[in-house]
């Protein structure tokens, strides 16, 4: 139970703003699981969605990182952490959403759309997928819920919208760890 205190801390906490975006890195990662609730997908994908930037609370400074040209790999640094408190099936999918951000940038219509800070960061997080690691990524289990957590990822950056709260998310997170 420590590490569910720590993570509602770390959302209660932490002020800094999603990267090039006028929402907190919370509001952030609430709206996903909002969006992913909203979509009627399973708890297990709910759970990934709104712990998916974890890393960037681990990291320092993500601002920084962005200055400095090098690429936090937070989706790495998150799972990691999260792996040994929670289930596979949440963790997998935030270790892929960056993974799946490169293969859907693929196609031209959805880079576009893509903000200025996130094209920067698709950049320094290696660019689209070739065609092999595009084929490679689909036969992968945990594709589709990675493809998922990353679209609405993509759209969890809205300011006055009515948001929850990490407390009405405890009970999830409680029920999904190992
Ligand atoms: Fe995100």
């Given at each position: 139970m420590q590490i569910i205190d720590k993570i509602i801390s770390n959302f209660t906490n932490n002020k800094s703003l999603y990267i090039g975006e006028k929402v907190t890195m919370s509001e952030h990662m609430i709206q996903t699981a909002m969006l992913a609730e909203k979509a009627k997908c399973n708890d297990d994908l709910i759970c990934s969605c709104l712990l998916h930037d974890y890393g960037?609370?681990?990291?320092e400074n993500p601002d920084d990182l962005i200055k400095?040209?090098?690429?936090g790999h937070h989706e790495n640094i998150g799972h990691e952490y999260l792996k040994s408190f929670f289930k596979k099936n949440i963790v997998e999918p935030i270790k892929y959403h960056v993974l799946a951000k490169r293969y859907l940038a693929k196609d031209k219509k959805y880079y576009d759309h893509l903000s200025?800070?996130?094209?920067?960061?698709?950049?320094?997080?290696?660019?689209?997928?070739s065609n092999d690691?595009?084929?490679?990524?689909e036969n992968q289990k945990y594709f589709k819920p990675s493809i998922l957590l990353r679209k609405f990822d993509e759209a969890a950056k809205k300011t006055n919208i009515k948001m929850k709260s990490i407390y009405d998310y405890?009970?999830?997170l409680v029920s999904k760890l190992k």
């Open positions: 960037h609370f681990i990291l400095l040209n090098v690429d200025e800070a996130s094209k920067t960061s698709l950049n320094l997080q290696g660019g689209v997928l690691e595009c084929s490679k990524f405890k009970r999830l």
